[in-house]
């Protein structure tokens, strides 16, 4: 299973970014997929996930200001980003676990995709 993530960039602090992250492959069914991110010298976090019944969890420090999101049928996770501030600068990666045709367990990440919130 592959990811395809796309639309970060740079961004004034107080701007808005839309992070959109599309599965393909044989999949069955997706159980989560989510957001994580990962600033120089820091770990990566998780920022944001939602489960197949649109159960969402979110980083306390993205909390009223981002908004995860899925399209079930098209295999896709969005990650509205509002209200930006330069310590959300960082490289997003999405990330799927779920089930892929022979009957196999998957857990994939996307190639990462660069946002950078200016002051």
């Known amino acids: 299973v592959q990811l395809q993530a796309s639309g970060g960039g740079l961004v004034q602090a107080g701007g808005y970014l839309r992070l959109s992250c599309a599965a393909s492959?044989?999949?069955?069914?997706?159980?989560?997929m989510g957001w994580y991110r990962q600033a120089p010298g820091k770990q990566r976090e998780l920022v944001a996930q939602?489960?197949?019944?649109?159960?969402?969890n979110y980083a306390n420090s993205v909390k009223g200001r981002f908004t995860i999101s899925r399209a079930n049928a098209l295999h896709t996770v969005y990650l509205q980003m509002n209200s930006l501030k330069p310590e959300d600068t960082a490289v997003y990666y999405c990330?799927?676990?779920?089930?892929?045709?022979?009957?196999?367990?998957?857990?994939?990440w996307g190639q990462g995709t660069q946002v950078t919130v200016s002051s």
């Open positions: 939602i489960t197949s019944d649109s159960s969402t």
């Open positions: 492959g044989s999949i069955f069914s997706i159980n989560a």
């Open positions: 990330n799927a676990k779920g089930i892929a045709m022979p009957w196999a367990d998957f857990g994939s």
